[in-house]
């Protein structure tokens, strides 16, 4: 009896070490700058300030406009946010990777995207957090883009059938396109997973 429970042990033991790591796509983002941290109210008045800089790009601000620019700088200076600084990591948040991720043996769960076709098992792939990213709306964050390597080929589904990818995933800035029905979009990858499988999201 006590060798038949030391060998279930051992085999529930070697289970559990053989567990592929969870990754999240919260994790592939680089720590968390100033902006990450404030609250929603004030990062929607500085999506408002940003806003009114924008168009100052274009046009002059009316007088009513210049009056709302002028109020919400003025509340956000008044709360101690300094505006130019936080606009500057809001920018950069969407664009900055962990330079030296490497994770072997994880899994993540995501949406496929097929770049490289063999009839019609895709080897080639783009993995975003959400269905459809990509097609005719702006990509994700490049930190939020995964390009995925698998030589032995998956049948897609559709592009909104989730999917556990499994395998080992590093940093690996690459640029590629997707063909859409109406021509190609460029797309900027932050990561690459060499995958061992592709499984349907339980």
């Known amino acids: 009896m006590k060798n038949a429970l030391l060998i279930v042990i051992a085999c529930c033991f ?22 990450q941290t404030l609250s929603p109210g004030d990062k929607a008045l500085l999506s408002e300030i940003y806003a009114y800089e ?21 509340l956000a200076e008044k709360f101690g946010l300094n505006v130019r600084e936080l606009l500057i990591q809001r920018t950069q948040q969407a ?9 072997n043996d994880m899994k993540i769960a995501g949406f496929l995207v097929p770049l490289e076709m063999e009839g019609l098992v895709g080897i080639q ?7 459809g990213a ?3 709306t702006p990509p994700p964050p490049v930190n939020q883009t995964i390009l995925v390597e698998f030589p032995e080929g998956h049948e897609l589904q559709s592009l909104y059938t989730p999917v556990w990818v ?17 021509g190609y979009q460029d797309i900027q990858t932050g990561y690459v997973i060499n995958a061992s499988d592709i499984e349907l999201y339980h």
Not at 54 to 59: G, I, K, S, W
């Open 14 to 35: 070697s289970l559990f070490a053989q567990a592929a790591e969870n990754v999240s796509w919260e994790s592939l983002k680089p720590l968390q700058n100033q902006y």
């Open 54 to 74: 924008v168009v100052q790009e274009t046009r002059q601000l009316s007088p009513m406009e210049n009056d709302g620019y002028m109020q919400r700088v003025a």
């Open 95 to 103: 664009s900055e990777i962990i330079t030296d991720l490497t994770i």
């Open 125 to 131: 792939f783009i993995l975003v957090p959400t269905a």
């Open 134 to 136: 990509c097609i005719h």
């Open 166 to 182: 499994k395998g080992d995933i590093k940093t690996g800035a690459v640029d590629t396109s997707v063909a859409l029905s109406d």
